[in-house]
T-cell receptor
Framework: QKEVEQNSGPLSVPEGAIASLNCTYS??????FFWYRQYSGKSPELIMF????GDKEDGRFTAQLNKASQYVSLLIRDSQPSDSATYLC????????????FGKGTHLIIQP | NAGVTQTPKFQVLKTGQSMTLQCAQD?????MYWYRQDPGMGLRLIYY???????DKGEVPNGYNVSRLNKREFSLRLESAAPSQTSVYFC???????????????FGDGTRLSIL
């Protein structure tokens, strides 16, 4: 059973600070890792994806991957109230065209 | 560029009724997926299609059937709706797999389905 674990939160962060969201996964063979943002009542929106160990930066977002520890994280710098949402971690474990395994999401609140 | 389009956006059914959820994408993606999202459960894969004419079961396929009509369209059918199928249904698509890596999936706006 492939599992993706996230702290459900809520995670409360002051405006302008760094928000750190964490995710662990059970399948050591996982190859692709995605972060989605989902506003209440809306569909998931892709934020970042990462394939290799290390950091990947895109604007205010940085994804970090450590395959040895089976750990992936998302950092949001200079957090804005508009970043308040649920962040979903998703993992692809390969072996065919099956879908992603999603965590249950972390609810992030940016306090003005 | 509409991306992934789902219809209808909302639907209320009675137990035992049938219906088909429609999904179409205009990104020329090979792979398409149906997920359901329930409170506290996260997104779970129902069925997927790697290419036109092929479909495979995901994590929670019972009570559903799918049809990959062509490259653009992937429909989900509930033959005899049950209250346990009350959920938000999302269709997604992605480019073909490259080796062992999955390309990002793009989601439709969802269908909110209530079974009474």
């Amino acid at each position: 059973q492939k599992e993706v674990e996230q702290n459900s939160g809520p995670l409360s962060v002051p405006e302008g600070a760094i928000a750190s969201l964490n995710c662990t996964y059970s399948d050591r063979g996982s190859q692709s890792f995605f972060w989605y943002r989902q506003y209440s009542g809306k569909s998931p929106e892709l934020i970042m994806f990462i394939y290799s160990n290390g950091d990947k930066e895109d604007g205010r977002f940085t994804a970090q991957l450590n395959k040895a520890s089976q750990y992936v994280s998302l950092l949001i710098r200079d957090s804005q109230p508009s970043d308040s949402a649920t962040y979903l971690c998703a993992v692809y474990s390969g072996g065919g065209a099956d879908g992603l395994t999603f965590g249950k999401g972390t609810h992030l609140i940016i306090q003005p | 560029n509409a991306g992934v389009t789902q219809t209808p956006k909302f639907q209320v059914l009675k137990t035992g009724q049938s219906m088909t959820l429609q999904c179409a994408q205009d990104m020329n993606h090979n792979s398409m997926y149906w997920y359901r999202q329930d409170p506290g459960m996260g997104l779970r894969l129902i069925y997927y299609s790697a290419s036109e004419g092929t479909t495979d079961k995901g994590e929670v396929p019972n009570g559903y059937n799918v049809s990959r009509l062509n490259k653009r369209e992937f429909s989900l059918r509930l033959e005899s709706a049950a209250p346990s199928q009350t959920s938000v249904y999302f269709c997604a698509s992605s480019e073909a797999l490259r080796g062992r890596r999955s390309q990002p999936q793009h989601f439709g706006d969802g269908t909110r389905l209530s079974i009474l």
